[in-house]
């Protein structure tokens, strides 16, 4: 009886070390992986910050901006409603209408275009989260034309797109963009 106690403690002595070993293990695999990340965070920092995925790097995500900026730049909402997926969800920034079909993005932008939009980049930090999605957060600025009086007027706001790779091309599924209040 006494023998079997002692297998018995013995065995869950190597349980419960197997176990914290492979807690630790997992504990310092992961702060291993945050660090690299934060390392890169840190060096980026300022200049656009990038926390890099899989495949996807911080610049293709950076450009997806400016090919939405040059669609602005076309003049037409449908080249603009091209950038978003099936289902996307609009929170923009002259309407307090949610859009979230295509129609939805398409008026907005109708609207929004008469004013001559053109987009800049104040600040911006993407994450690119795996091989198929990416955010891209920050503050831009838009230069607008008044279309009765032609006054040009620049507006910041604060910004977040929600990128995800459908059929081998990055579309927005979600874009929010709110003025920046003022005293920031």
């Not at 997806?64 to 076309?74: I, K, P, S």
């Not at 409603?81 to 295509?102: E, F, K, N, W």
């Not at 503050?139 to 040009?152: M, Q, S, V």
């Amino acid at each position: 009886m006494k023998r079997r106690i002692s297998a018995r403690a013995a065995l869950g002595t190597a349980a419960a070390t197997v176990t914290a070993l492979v807690v630790a293990g997992t504990v310092t695999v992961g702060v291993g992986v945050a660090s690299a990340e934060h390392r890169d965070t840190r060096a980026a920092y300022g200049a656009g910050q990038v926390v890099q995925g899989r495949e996807a790097t911080g610049k293709e995500i950076a450009a997806l901006f400016d090919g939405w900026n040059a669609a602005l730049l076309t003049g037409d909402a449908e080249k603009v409603a091209d950038r978003y997926a099936v289902g996307a969800v609009l929170l923009p920034t002259a309407s307090a209408r949610i859009r979230t079909d295509r129609a939805g993005i398409v008026d907005y932008f109708e609207h929004f275009l008469e004013k001559k939009p053109r987009g800049e980049k104040i600040r911006s930090v993407i994450t690119v989260l795996d091989r198929d999605s990416a955010i891209d957060a920050g503050l831009y600025a838009f230069h607008l034309t008044d279309p009765k009086t032609g006054e040009r007027t620049r507006v910041e706001a604060r910004y977040t797109y929600a990128y995800e790779k459908r059929g081998g091309k990055w579309l927005i599924v979600n874009h929010h963009s709110s003025v920046l209040p003022a005293g920031s």
